[in-house]
T-cell receptor, first 112, second 112 residues
C-alpha cells in the first residue's frame, strides 16, 4: 500500500538554526498538510497546500515557517530560525479527493 | 474556535470486552469525522471515518455519528491487548481539502 514518507525521522538542531523537514506524499494525491504534536499535547494543524499554493494556515504558521513543493514529488516544511518551543513531532499528510488523510511516520524535531 | 473534546482517560477494559470511546465537537457545520489510533511515539493511523448520521461498521470497529447532538463515538468489540493505544477523534468541515481538528485523545488500556 502506498505510504507517505518523511525524512529525517529525528532532527536535532541548535536554537536559531534553520531546519527543513521533508515529505514525499502518496503519488497522485492532491492535498498536502503539515501538522505538529508537542509531547503530551493534541495534534495541531499547521498548513494545507493545494494546486501549488497554501490553501489555509494556522496561527502557529507564522513568518518563520514556509512550505514548498519544489519538484512535484517532495513537500517540505522549513523553519527559518528555530525556537525551543518548536520541539515537537511534525507529521506530513496527503489526501486524494473524497478520501481521508494519510499520515507519514513523522519527524521528531529537537531544538537545543 | 472550533473544538473537539474527548475524555483523556485512561479507559481500562478487560480483554474481550467492548470499549466505547466518545467525542463531541463544537462546529455544527462539520462534515466528516475520523478516528485515528496512535501508539506512543508513532503517527496517527486511520481506523474509521464516517460522513452520515448513524452507524458504520468495519470488522470489530463501529463508528456512530449523531450530528444533532454533535457527537461521534467508536466502539471496539472483542478488545485485544494490541488495541491499547490513544484514540484520536478528528473533525473536518469539508469532505476534501480541509484541515483536521483533533481532540486530545483517549488512552485505552486493554487488560489480558
Amino acid at each position: 500500500e502506498p505510504e507517505v514518507t518523511q525524512t529525517p525521522s529525528h532532527q536535532v538542531t541548535q536554537m536559531g538554526q534553520e531546519v527543513i523537514l521533508r515529505c514525499v506524499p502518496i503519488s497522485n494525491h492532491l492535498y498536502f498538510y503539515w501538522y505538529r504534536q508537542i509531547l503530551g499535547q493534541k495534534v495541531e494543524f499547521l498548513v494545507s497546500f493545494y494546486n501549488n499554493e497554501i490553501s489555509e494556515k494556522s496561527e502557529i504558521f507564522d513568518d518563520q515557517f514556509s512550505v514548498e513543493r519544489p519538484d512535484g514529488s517532495n513537500f517540505t516544511l522549513k523553519i527559518r530560525s528555530t525556537k525551543l518551543e518548536d520541539s515537537a513531532m511534525y507529521f506530513c499528510a496527503s489526501q486524494d479527493s473524497n478520501q481521508p488523510q494519510h499520515f507519514g511516520d513523522g519527524t521528531r524535531l529537537s531544538i537545543l | 474556535q472550533k473544538e473537539v473534546e474527548q475524555n483523556s482517560g485512561p479507559l481500562s477494559v478487560p480483554e474481550g470486552a467492548i470499549a466505547s470511546l466518545n467525542c463531541t465537537y463544537s462546529d455544527r457545520g462539520s462534515q466528516s469525522f475520523f478516528w485515528y489510533r496512535q501508539y506512543s511515539g508513532k503517527s496517527p493511523e486511520l481506523i474509521m471515518f464516517i460522513y452520515s448520521n448513524g452507524d458504520k461498521e468495519d470488522g470489530r470497529f463501529t463508528a456512530q455519528l449523531n450530528k444533532a447532538s454533535q457527537y461521534v463515538s467508536l466502539l471496539i468489540r472483542d478488545s485485544q491487548p494490541s488495541d491499547s493505544a490513544t484514540y484520536l477523534c478528528a473533525v473536518n468541515d469539508l469532505y476534501q481539502g480541509g484541515k483536521l481538528i483533533f481532540g486530545q485523545g483517549t488512552e485505552l488500556s486493554v487488560k489480558p
